[in-house]
């Protein structure tokens, strides 16, 4: 039959791409220090293990930060370019554009490697905020091209009906803008938000003495019998990120049914 | 079309001017958008703009609202100079093609939305906001989400949200080009009763020339970013000054004539098919050079003569070449002998009137009162 061999594909399709996760809370909930199979019996102690890691701690501290700051960071800038983009025409403003969005494939060890020559070159000390600084330019094109889809859709009538109105066109952008766009500067944050939380290269070249939760997994998967805490911390990690997707599109649908607008695809 | 019960108005000319356009060019890089626009628009006027798209009918609108800077020239409103006055503090208020009804508020959020800005305690504005629902007949709507409504309740709500500020012109940029046919005869309506009723300014764009016609005290017919012609619908309609004009205003049948004498107030034109007739000079509104020009008359100035049928105007012998029936009315393309082409009749289809075939041979009534001379 047709449908059976796509039906097939799919089902192979979606074991290779989930297989490996639903391995990590397999292993993350087995009594042994070894990864293989058979599993040995239930237990939480890898669990408990994370609590007393203090270099985790500090890890995640510094992740948090670094992702909280730099996806604001890389909203913020979205929000004016993809504006800017949207509504005016200035002249270079496609060379401009196709700068801003170029780190978007430019390969990250480059873009890692000259910020750091450039850093040390002028004097400056790794810390947390030259990751910041980092993740902020690989995360902005992203938060462009999803800022940019918003303010598209948005109608400029409506903006010239609120002035036309009396308001300001900072009040305005207060009050008209900004709640009708308000979906993508969601997405913008989260996406920016995940990135940042999980990217490598920058953090390991640029953290200096302050390394971040990838940076400190790295570092870990040298010690064999810290494998399975790992494998509990990645399982938290994908608990968290399933939870946060949801509560986005949770927000996004409730978004689309007060507006009325057309669902255009989000994440779920 | 639909009818509206005639007040005796205030004449137009004597009223107050409200807008004035003093020698108004406006320049998109190159293009040259509106090319030298002169005229004034009387307070309490329902004006429209009519022409083609990329006429400038709506680039003008929007100096006026102020959303466009012109390049040259002066918009007055209410005798003040508009140069530096920014769109959120003129006296005018817009309805927009697409509404711009905010999708995320409700509609009593809509309607209240200019008076933010304004004093006054919530009561007093709520009560305003009420009355402006009733006035466009959407009372007990408030509390609903804009979004649900259906295109002529987005219109109501518009038009609310725009009066509700008591503007001295509103604003109306092709609000009816998103509604169908009927819906649209019936705002049309409304729309003429609600200016009737507030007494402001209202400026219409619109390329729907029937739209125009059914609504306005005064239409200005615009061109390629020039006003061709500013006047009352019948005199746009009976004395179009131009081909131009005398095309985007309904039909009209052209025949090529020749101008034979021109002497007080008179002018005498030989015309293909229908010979040698005199015509009075206000038959020809553009201004004539002589020599070579046409004659233009509508089709409903025609009348087709059926057997034993005479009257008291001229009659042309022709044959006819097509038939298309539209139920109240019947439209022939009658070929007149001695004439390259076909002109149009139409016919009202009273009780009793057969429709006639192609080949019919027949004879035409027409009167030189009826014609219009281009140059």
Known sequence: MKGQGLRLYAILYLIFLYAPIVLLPIFAFNDATIISFPLRGFTTKWFAALADLPTLHLALKNSLIIAVSSSVLATTLGIFAARASTRYEFPGKGGLMGLIMLPLVLPEVIVAMSLLMVLLGIGIDLAIWTVILGHTLICTPFAIAILSAAFQSLDKSLEEAAYDLGESKLSTFRLITLPLVMPGIISSLLISFTISLDEFIIAFFLAGSEPTLPVYIYSQLRFPKQIPAIMALGTILVALSVLLLTIAEYFRRRGLKKTGAKDTGGFL | MNTVPHAAPAPIASRPTMIEFRDVHKYYGDYHALRGINATIKAGEFFSLLGPSGCGKTTLLRTIAGFEDISSGAVLIDGK??????????PTNMVFQSYAIFPHLTVEQN????????GGTSAEKARRVEEALEMV??????????HALSGGQRQRVALARALILKPKVLLLDEPLSALDKKMREQMQVELIRLQRQVGITFILVTHDQEEALVMSDRIAVMFEGQIAQLADPETLYRRPNSRQVANFIGVMNFLPARVLTEAAGRIAIDVQGLGQTEIDATQAPGAITGGETSVGFRPETLTMLYEGQTTTERETPGTIEEVVYYGDMTYYDVRLDGVDS??????????????????????????????????
Not at chain 2, 137 to 146: E, I, W
Not at chain 2, 342 to 366: E, H, K, Y
């Open chain 2, 111 to 118: 309607v209240g939305f200019g008076l933010r800005r304004e």
């Open chain 2, 137 to 146: 007949g959407l009372k007990g709507y408030g509390k609903r989400a804009a």
């Open chain 2, 81 to 90: 100079h508009m140069a530096d006055v920014p769109a959120n503090v003129r």
């Open chain 2, 342 to 375: 076909p002109v149009r009749i139409s016919m009202r289809n009273v009780f009793g009137r057969p429709v006639l075939d192609i080949g019919t041979r027949t004879r035409v009534a027409w009167s030189a009162g009826a014609l219009v001379l281009f140059r």
